[in-house]
């Protein structure tokens, strides 16, 4: 069965530069959540969209963006990265009770 | 906000033996609770779904209970095996994300 895809697996950028995460949910699914495990943590989630609309909102920093496009995939943007931001970037995908979670990004900032 | 706590933190059991992993919440208003298994640096793995009208499900060797009006749920791992060794993470849904526990790291020794 078809799962969640996440792109790139690993990443690694400096301070105050920017990223890109890409989700690919699974087909059929409408809707899209970010979390985010730093080390040693529990995830925490950033975002949520629904038919391309954000639907709830987290522990999104102001620098982090995110959008759903009209093919349901979603990007989470981050901008002025810091040292902090180090962590890895889960998406998961639901079209009813259960969310189906993506095998993440892992991001290293130097 | 939710908050979502899991005893033990760390577990160590022999081979064979029967256990149980307890999740605990405060807010019992939600929609499920779902339990996760994540290997060091890997994936979130969806064990068992529970919806708010359930009271357990079965999956193999696990069950999972739910006792939404005690903020309870318990996950319990018949004939325990090395490789059940990871960490098991509960999370219960909010109306768009879900909150995670802090996690049961569990080894099984052989």
């Known amino acids: 069965a078809a799962g969640v895809i996440q792109s790139p697996r690993h990443l690694i950028k400096e301070k105050r530069e920017t990223a890109t995460l890409k989700c690919y949910p699974i087909p059929r699914h409408d809707t899209v959540y970010w979390y985010q495990q730093g080390p040693g943590q529990d995830p925490q989630f950033l975002i949520s969209f629904y038919e391309k609309m954000q639907s709830d909102k987290g522990s999104i920093p102001d620098r982090f963006s995110a959008q759903q496009f009209s093919d349901y995939h979603s990007e989470l943007n981050m901008s002025s990265l810091e040292l902090g931001d180090s962590a890895l970037y889960f998406c998961?995908?639901?079209?009813?009770?259960?969310?189906?979670f993506g095998p993440g990004t892992r991001l290293t900032v130097t | 906000k939710q908050e979502v706590t899991q005893i033990p933190a760390a577990l160590s059991v022999p081979e064979g033996e029967n256990l149980v992993l307890n999740c605990s919440f405060t807010?019992?208003?939600?929609?499920?609770l779902q339990w996760f298994r994540q290997d060091p640096g890997k994936g979130l793995t969806s064990l068992l779904l529970i919806q708010s009208s359930q009271r357990e499900q079965t999956s193999g060797r696990l069950n999972a209970s739910l006792d939404k009006s005690s903020g309870r749920s318990t996950l319990y791992i018949a004939a325990s095996q090395p490789g059940d060794s990871a960490t098991y993470l509960c999370?219960?849904?909010?109306?768009?994300?879900?909150?995670f526990g802090t996690g049961t790291r569990l080894t099984v020794i052989p």
């Open positions: 998961a995908s639901s079209n009813s009770y259960e969310q189906y």
């Open positions: 807010d019992s208003a939600i929609y499920n």
């Open positions: 999370a219960v849904s909010g109306a768009n994300n879900l909150f």
